[in-house]
């Protein structure tokens, strides 16, 4: 059975710092990699994508690598904004279903 | 891009009441949808996996009998949560996946479920 873990839990950063978020899995055999965010309360904002023969996806201030063969991914967040606060989550898909870490709470602070 | 919508956003039952939660996949067919729970600051466990026209598959531990679950159709699921008790409350998210973007996860907005 899948396992996603995701360190740290708690992220704390003054405005303006770059960040990466880690997180791992156990099997390797997956289709996708998503990260997602969540605000308090909130349901799931969908990030980026990245499918198991892409090695990294970017969007704006993001980026987020995968290596299937270890079993990482990383989200890079450039230039954290206060706006960036919030609880980011690694899922992991695979043919039956999709697992989620449990999370890293970022607070970017002014 | 690809939208569920939940139905209802929140809702207030009192214990030993059933509630009814819907998902549906607004544009596109999803023959696969997924129910997750989220407690207070905890991530989303998988409860159950539903497949248009057959039985739902359960995780360990999730009671069938409590959580009943019914995919009629290919746009929609249904979650019932029967004779409710207050350690029921929590946060109920929904998930349809469309086979034709290579195994993609559409999220539904969630439903936040209190058991007075």
């Known amino acids: 059975k899948q396992e996603v873990t995701q360190i740290p839990a708690a992220l704390s950063v003054p405005e303006g710092e770059n960040l990466v978020l880690n997180c791992s899995f156990t099997?390797?055999?997956?289709?996708?990699l998503q990260w997602f965010r969540q605000d308090p309360g909130k349901g799931l904002t969908s990030l980026l994508l990245?499918?198991?023969?892409?090695r990294e996806q970017t969007s704006g201030r993001l980026n987020a690598s995968l290596d299937k063969s270890s079993g990482r991914s990383t989200l890079y967040i450039a230039a954290s904004q206060p706006g960036d606060s919030a609880t980011y989550l690694c899922?992991?898909?695979?043919?039956?279903?999709?697992?989620f870490g449990a999370g890293t709470r970022l607070t970017v602070k002014p | 891009g690809a939208v569920v919508s939940q139905h209802p956003s929140w809702v207030i039952c009192k214990s030993g009441t059933s509630v009814k939660i819907e998902c549906r996949s607004l544009?596109?067919?999803?023959?696969?949808m997924f129910w997750y729970r989220q407690f207070p600051k905890q991530s989303l466990m998988l409860m159950a996996t539903?497949?248009?026209?057959?039985?739902?598959?359960?995780e360990q531990g999730v009671e069938k009998d409590k959580f009943l679950i019914n995919h009629a159709s290919l746009t929609l699921s249904t979650l019932t949560v029967t004779s409710a008790h207050p350690e029921d409350s929590s946060f109920y998210i929904c998930?349809?996946?469309?086979?034709?973007?290579?195994?993609?996860?559409?999220f539904g907005p969630g439903t936040r479920l209190t058991v007075t």
């Open positions: 998930s349809a996946r469309d086979l034709g973007t290579v195994y993609e996860q559409y």
């Open positions: 099997d390797s055999a997956i289709y996708n």
């Open positions: 990245i499918q198991s023969s892409q």
């Open positions: 899922a992991v898909s695979d043919n039956n279903d999709m697992r």
């Open positions: 544009d596109f067919q999803a023959t696969t």
């Open positions: 539903s497949n248009e026209g057959s039985k739902a598959t359960y």
